[in-house]
């Protein structure tokens, strides 16, 4: 059967209370010209719900088996079509009432109509939106994960990789590369621990709500929430429509995650000038300049800084969308306080995964860090040290000698801290426990204090390992959920189609008899 655009613009034309469709040009701002976006977006997460409602309301006797199954049936062929029905035409109401309003003229009121038995837009919009977020929160920690793996992996091949860490951009002790990596994983593990929250927060499903007040017809939601992979119904019918708190904790998390990326592509942006040289990226992660013949750049790391900055904005735009409007349903908050989640959520996956590639493509230039580890006189901490703890020497004065030597080398022009104490102090030289002053030599004994030692280095590989294969065994036990909810879930439409079948017509046998 062929349902016309005019019998789809009678249904929506004439609600009862509204007549006529929305005006053109807001239709047009509000749900576009036509609807395929929408129903590529919103559609298949739609569906679903509706399977699990109806499911849930044969099962319970609250509709008749006769019912349900004709709309199940149409739904599965309307989705295996593409939905090719509905392709082309006009949502003046938006797509779920385009959707439900070619039921009602395809089956018929009787039957296409019980759709929104027990249910409203409202808690069925925020069900698919956790539904929907869910995923880009998993498809967010596995992209952040692979990132930290590919961190603690170049930590490991960069073990001797000595350069000097900055502060105040100006070279101040030695470490190396495998020490300033795995203390980005490690700083990558807290922003994951904040994504995990809000997949757990995401775990509760707001079906049954209803428009704001719940139903008077004995449902279960907890058979609804169980067949879409949600580990329970919401307690609370006003906050489960009412509230978008989840979208403003992602955004947070996203934000906080992109500080964390923006700093580290900027360190690597510095490493990779001329002026640095500390690393060199491959040729398939640069570009060149159409004018100047010379110029190699690393310009996805300007990139990776643009998005990392996005969440940050998207949050601020969605909390004021949100701020100050009444606790109830709201198209402020459940509308135009969601929109800047998604763009924000694509571009952060999308700097994560550059940045990983410019990790794992980067390649120390070990002389270069070595040479400017010297030249920057970031072994003077550990000979202060060596003063205290050799000759006893208290640390503020400690600090002034070495100062002084360092001061007499800016007048000699001398570079190297261990040449020029030799000379100044070579009473500090004599003996088995004189002072080693090669930057790894430094490195190698700072182990206190989370230093940049070997075996604290190494401790702290382990550790964030350790929190990886936690984190992504919970993700791929929270995959596996889905997957099974959505077999469940599909099984029980075969089980009433199949009672549908051995029923005579409208005897309305409960599913779950």
Known sequence: MVISNAQILAHLGDTGRVAGTLHPKAQAILF????????????????????????????????????????????????????????????????????????????????????????????????????????????????????????????????????????????????????????????????????????????????????????????????????????????????????????????????????????????????????????????????????????????????????????????????????????????AVGTEGVKPVWAAASGMADALTLVRLIVAGAEPNQGAMRLRAISGQTNATALADWLVRERGMPFRRAHHEVGGVIRGMMVQGVVDLATAARDAHPEWFHGERSPHLKPIDVVAAQEHGGGPGPDSTIREIERVRASLRTRRAALVAQHRRWRAARQTLRSAVERVLDIAVIDRPGQGHPAGA
């Open 32 to 331: 576009g010209d036509v609807a395929d976006d929408a129903i590529d977006r919103d559609l298949p997460w739609i569906t679903q719900v509706d399977r699990a409602h109806l499911v849930m309301m044969a099962e319970t006797g609250l509709l008749p088996i006769a019912h349900v199954s004709p709309l199940l049936r149409r739904i599965d062929e309307m989705e295996c079509s593409g939905f090719a029905s509905l392709r082309g035409r006009s949502a003046p109401r938006g797509v779920y009432l385009l959707y439900e309003t070619y039921l009602i003229a395809d089956l018929g009121e009787e039957i296409g109509g019980v759709l929104q038995t027990a249910r409203s837009r409202n808690d069925l919009g925020a069900t698919v939106l956790r539904m929907r977020l869910r995923q880009v929160v998993a498809d967010l920690l596995t992209g952040l994960s692979r990132l930290q793996t590919t961190l603690l992996r170049r930590a490991e091949a960069c073990a001797d990789a000595v350069f000097p860490i900055y502060t105040h951009y100006q070279p101040a002790q030695p470490v190396t590369l495998a020490h300033y990596y795995a203390g980005v994983a490690g700083a990558l593990d807290r922003d994951a621990e904040a994504l995990h929250a809000v997949l757990t927060d995401l775990d509760r499903c707001p079906l049954g709500a209803g428009a704001v007040g719940g139903t008077g017809l004995p449902i279960d939601t907890r058979r609804t929430a169980a067949l879409l992979g949600f580990s329970t119904p919401w307690a609370h019918s006003i906050d489960a429509v009412a509230s978008r708190d989840a979208v403003l904790r992602l955004l947070a998390a996203l934000g906080i995650l992109g500080v964390t990326v923006s700093r580290l592509a900027h360190d690597l942006q510095l490493w990779t000038t001329g002026e640095f040289g500390f690393l060199t990226v491959a040729d398939d992660l640069v570009g060149t300049s159409s004018m100047m013949p010379q110029k190699r750049n690393v310009y996805m790391l300007e990139h990776i800084k643009g998005m990392a900055a996005a969440p940050m904005g998207a949050l601020t735009a969605a909390a004021m969308a949100m701020h100050a409007t009444p606790f109830s349903n709201s198209i």
